[in-house]
């Protein structure tokens, strides 16, 4: 366990930034602190008969806008303070993106290959029912959504039990990251990494940020090494590597492999599944340490397992030029310094893997609508578009065949509308970034991220007159 407490370093960096706003401080006092924090044990019947106490957190850290929103996360690691972090950079990561939530955060103290399936089930179904019992989940209250250990199964197992024990006609909004079937969304399981890749690049795009560490415009053709090949890190390699950029490292619990030629996504994860291991894969060499893989020569470093990773230790030796912070926390305060210190691009978490957020809160008002997204006017747009392409046809030479009037007429479905919606997000919200950066003259997107975060729910309390 580090030594870095977690809230401590999202409260150093929010009174970093508080400095550039204008808020009397009790308003800022008010912001940081986290509301609620609901601390829960129950027992486990395991599979063996032997009864087990588990542990268990939600935190609602700000109620200025409902419902509040935020990730359940498995971990042996899982406590108070970091469920309280978390929480905290929802409600900063929400209002950077413009999704109308406060923040919150769950946590179980488990470790996930310690239980069989049908013991994570009761794990996850008598979590929910005491949330449920102290009024932390609900559609118009608290929404959680899948974070590191838990996905789309353990969503489907919270709507369940959510829907045994209430008669809501929204109950599907009480939770996002659902199956499909369930009411998720198409395009959420790849959201974050989507996302990821979306903030990449658009940093990526200003000739004078590149100019300033030294390289090229555009995501071709840059190297990247990520941590952790989990939804998020998988995700956001994904959209990396089909934009043309090489991975050249990758760390996972078992170990690290670096490989400057480039290593294949796809077959590493093939044979990962086979082996249980990304050790010994195609031509990589083998660090000695999966932390090793930190330290990598590369232009683009993504960490995507868990928070300080990065820390005052290991800063100095870091190479990369970029750090895009998929992970929730992963740099410490004091490493940000060193980093940013050395002339290095640093995309903070709650701006750069908000695409979680983002696409849930599309799920959220699918659920509360109760209408997919394209049902209505996908076919109407077709059928406007072929009239459009028909006319064009009759007033010139231009003929189409039948599979350019397939594409060009093609109505907008679930996943395009997402995508695009995501898309949109993530350089709205670089662009304000970018702005803020400018107008305080800072060298810093974090401090920009928080002074955003802070600016908006500020004025949200302001707007509720609880403030003269
Ligand atoms: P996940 O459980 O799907 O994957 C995490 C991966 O990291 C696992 O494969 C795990 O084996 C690996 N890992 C753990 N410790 C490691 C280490 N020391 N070195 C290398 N690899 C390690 O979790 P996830 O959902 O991908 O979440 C990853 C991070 O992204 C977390 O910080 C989470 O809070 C954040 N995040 C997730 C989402 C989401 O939608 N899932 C949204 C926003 C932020």
């Not at 893989?293 to 990065?310: K, M, N």
């Not at 350089?427 to 060298?443: D, F, G, V």
């Amino acid at each position: 366990m580090s030594d870095y407490k977690f809230y401590e370093q999202v409260n150093k960096n929010f009174d970093k930034a508080a400095v550039y706003t204008r808020f009397h401080p009790g308003l800022l006092k008010q912001i940081k602190i986290c509301n609620t924090i609901y601390h829960v044990t129950f027992p486990l019947r395991r599979d063996d008969g032997t009864i087990e106490v588990i542990e268990g957190w939600r935190v609602e850290h700000s109620h200025h806008k409902s419902p509040t929103k935020g990730g359940i996360r498995y971990s042996h690691k899982v406590d108070e303070d970091e469920t309280m972090a978390l929480a905290a950079l929802m409600s900063y990561k929400c209002a950077i993106v413009d999704v109308p939530f406060g923040g919150a955060k769950g946590g179980v103290k488990i470790s996930t290959r310690d239980y069989s399936v049908s013991e994570l089930e009761r794990i996850t179904r008598r979590y929910t029912y005491e949330l449920i019992k102290k009024g932390f989940i609900g559609p118009g209250v608290d929404v959680p959504a899948p974070d590191y250990g838990t996905g789309a199964r353990e969503m489907g197992w919270i709507l369940d039990t959510y829907r045994q024990l209430s008669d809501d006609l929204n109950a599907e909004a009480c939770v996002t990251g659902k199956p499909i079937q369930q009411g998720g969304i198409r395009g959420r399981t790849e959201a974050t990494g989507r996302g990821v890749y979306f903030g990449i690049r658009e940093a990526c795009s200003v000739k004078a940020d590149m100019d300033k560490i030294g390289l090229e415009t555009g995501v071709e053709g840059k190297t990247f090494v990520v941590q952790g090949l989990g939804n998020v890190g998988y995700h956001a390699s994904l959209y990396m590597t089909g934009a043309g950029a090489k991975m050249v490292g990758v760390a996972e619990m078992e170990g690290a492999i670096y490989d400057p030629k480039g290593i294949d996504l796809t077959a590493l994860m093939e044979f990962r599944k086979e082996t249980g291991s990304i050790i010994g894969f195609g031509n990589s060499k083998t660090l000695p340490s999966n932390k090793d893989a930190l330290e990598l020569e590369c232009d683009i470093l993504i960490p995507a397992a868990l928070e300080s990773q990065i820390t005052g230790d290991n800063a100095k030796n870091i190479k990369a030029k970029i750090i895009g912070e998929a992970a929730n926390g992963p740099t410490t305060a004091d490493a940000h310094d060193i980093l940013k210190d050395r002339g290095a691009l640093i995309l903070p978490d709650s701006y750069l893997n908000a695409g979680g957020v983002v696409v849930s809160y599309f799920e959220w008002l699918k659920n509360i609508q109760h209408v997919r997204y394209g049902r209505i006017n996908k076919r109407f747009d077709e059928s406007s578009f072929k009239k459009i392409l028909n006319v064009i046809e009759n007033i010139s030479d231009r003929k189409f065949s039948d599979d350019e009037m397939l594409d060009l007429s093609h109505g907008a479905e679930e996943y395009d509308l997402v995508d695009s919606g995501l898309e949109e997000t993530m350089i709205t919200a670089y662009q304000q970034l970018l702005e803020i950066r400018n107008e305080h003259k800072l060298n810093d997107l974090r401090t920009s991220a928080y002074i955003s975060a802070i600016n908006k729910i500020g004025i949200m309390y302001e707007q509720m007159g609880i403030f003269p």
